[in-house]
């Protein structure tokens, strides 16, 4: 599957942006799709998860509750919907895809995951 991400920009803190991931071939809904982050300096974390349905989420600790993913199956497109933004949220953010569901432990890992899409960069200014 190829993924291409879209949707960052400069926002200021407190705003909000609403990334998206758009997903080729007519499989999209055989696999669980994530969104990870990287700022500059450092490693690529883990952000959020979701399953095939959209019927399990899982969230990063620093985003929950200001994040959302979600997954349109028909449109072959997944989303991250990012609320209260802080500088701290200032990265690359890519989207991943992979046919399998995991502990949680183990979706959070890049190891997991074995399509990438090519990153958008959201900034975040104070």
């Known amino acids: 599957v190829q993924l291409q991400a879209s949707g960052g920009g400069l926002v200021q803190a407190g705003g909000s942006l609403r990334l998206s991931c758009a997903a080729s071939g007519r499989t999209f809904s055989s696999y669980v799709m994530a969104w990870f982050r990287q700022a500059p300096g450092k490693e690529r974390e883990f952000v959020a998860a979701?399953?095939?349905?959209?019927?399990?989420?899982y969230y990063a600790d620093s985003v929950k509750g200001r994040f959302t993913i979600s997954r349109d199956n028909a449109e072959n497109t997944v989303y991250l919907q990012m609320n209260s933004l802080k500088p701290e949220d200032t990265a690359v953010y890519y989207c991943?895809?992979?046919?399998?569901?995991?502990?949680?432990?183990?979706?959070?890992?890049?190891?997991?995951?074995?399509?990438w899409g090519q990153g958008t960069q959201v900034t975040v200014s104070s």
């Open positions: 979701i399953s095939w349905s959209g019927g399990s989420t």
């Open positions: 991943a895809a992979d046919p399998k569901w995991a502990y949680q432990s183990v979706l959070a890992l890049t190891t997991h995951w074995d399509f």
